[in-house]
Nanobody, 125 residues
Framework: QVQLVESGGGLVQAGGSLRLSCAAS????????LGWFRRAPAKEREFVAA????????NYADSVKGRFTISRDNAKNTVYLQMNSLKPEDTAVYYC??????????????????WGQGTQVTVSS
């Protein structure tokens, strides 16, 4: 059974930074693309960032480009999301996910078949 566990969320002031981690178990982690999504209150889940199996290709939502960085450590079965220059509109529950793809960096939730439980990020103004 695949398990994804996010950590690193919390409360931070605008302009601050957080680093999210997502540890995976139960599957060949290194063979698949990974992604981060988020869901703000009363909004739909939205794509944040994705990284392919090797880490050689990444994809970002326009809203976070230049501020967030996705990375992975296949030896540790962990994917990270470094979030800098945080804004109040970044407040959301953040989810990591494992894609069914390898080379691609998909931005649609339908491309992912395993999800974590989420970690809350709150950015105060």
């Amino acid at each position: 059974q695949v398990q994804l566990v996010e950590s690193g969320g919390g409360l931070v002031q605008a302009g601050g930074s957080l680093r999210l981690s997502c540890a995976a178990s139960g599957r060949t982690f290194s063979s698949y693309a990974l992604g981060w999504f988020r869901r703000a209150p009363a909004k739909e889940r939205e794509f944040v960032a994705a990284i392919n199996w090797s880490g050689g290709s990444t994809n970002y939502a326009d809203s976070v480009k230049g501020r967030f960085t996705i990375s992975r450590d296949n030896a540790k079965n962990t994917v990270y999301l470094q979030m800098n220059s945080l804004k109040p509109e970044d407040t959301a529950v953040y989810y990591c996910a494992i894609s069914r793809y390898t080379v691609a960096t998909p931005a649609t939730p339908e491309s992912y078949n395993y999800w974590g439980q989420g970690t809350q990020v709150t950015v105060s103004s």
